[in-house]
């Protein structure tokens, strides 16, 4: 008997030695954080560029701290949800296994995900603009904007903006997990924003089977092998088992 869909996806995870997953902000929405794009995105009530660029830190810190210090606020209150926790079961059961993600919440982590490769840094990180010192600042009532305590120095979100580049040992990272593994599986981004966008035609070329996860079609869904549509949280432990 033909196999589903789903029932696909779910045999080739359990089969896998190598498996690499990347996820968006979709990952994170059933535990309370805004995605970007879409209805009640961040992007619809904000401009990128007077809030997420070097230039508009550079131009108004104060209002770039005060928009951080509000979804620093957000995000505290957040727990994981049964997708961060599927992926965590994953990566315990699956013998080399990469967590890519774009999402800056740490909620991977706190579910258990071992070694996630923070692709767009982390928001409870700050990094000095003058010492270039970083370290982790969890404190929610921060000044806007806040000091470097060892130089007193100007400190920014440790985050990537648009117009800035990723790490380039975490992207070589990512590179190379999509490049080998077996199956890659995408969740929750809506694959517009590159270098993370372009992983799943990475992997594709590479000769792996490539599992979609999304409330929607993205422009990934057309060259995907399977496109599982609905909640990541409902949709993850199903097919972790
Ligand atoms: P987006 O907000 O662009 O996309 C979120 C995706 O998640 C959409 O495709 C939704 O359909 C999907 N989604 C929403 N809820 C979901 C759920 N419960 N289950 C499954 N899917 C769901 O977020 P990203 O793709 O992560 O970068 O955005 C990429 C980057 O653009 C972000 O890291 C950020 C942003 O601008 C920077 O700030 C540099």
Redesign the pocket.
Same mark, same amino acid.
């Given at each position: 008997m033909d196999l589903t869909p789903d029932q696909m996806a779910a045999q080739r995870l359990a089969q896998a030695q190598r498996i690499a997953v990347l996820t968006?902000?979709?990952?994170s929405?059933?535990s309370g954080v805004p995605?970007?794009?879409?209805p009640g995105?961040l992007?619809e009530s904000h401009r990128?560029e007077d809030l997420?660029t070097p230039q508009a830190f550079s131009r108004d810190p104060a209002l770039v701290w005060r928009w951080y210090n509000w979804r620093r606020g957000l995000m505290a209150k957040c727990e994981p949800n049964p997708a961060h926790h599927a992926l965590a079961a994953l990566e315990r059961r699956t013998p080399q296994f990469t967590l890519l993600t774009?999402?800056i919440d740490g909620l991977h982590r706190r579910a258990g995900s071992q070694a996630p490769l923070e692709m767009?840094g982390n928001i409870w990180w700050v990094r000095c603009m003058d010492c270039g010192a970083r370290y982790e600042e969890r404190e929610l009532e921060l000044p806007a904007p806040p000091t470097c305590r060892e130089c007193g120095g100007l400190l920014r979100p440790h985050v990537?903006?648009?117009g800035e580049s990723l790490d380039p040992r975490i992207l070589g990272a990512a590179w190379r997990a999509a490049a080998r593994c077996e199956v890659m599986l995408v969740? $929750?981004?809506?694959?517009?924003?590159q270098p993370?966008a372009g992983l799943a035609s990475v992997a594709r070329q590479a000769g792996a089977f490539v599992i979609e996860?999304?409330?929607?079609q993205?422009p990934n869904s057309a060259e995907v092998h399977v496109s599982l549509l609905g909640?990541? $949280?409902e949709i993850l432990p199903e097919l972790v088992g």
């Open positions: 968006g902000a979709g990952v929405a059933e995605t970007f794009r879409g995105g992007w990128p997420a774009q999402n767009h990537v903006w648009f969740v $929750g981004t809506s694959a517009v924003v993370a996860v999304n409330l929607e993205t909640k990541a $949280g």
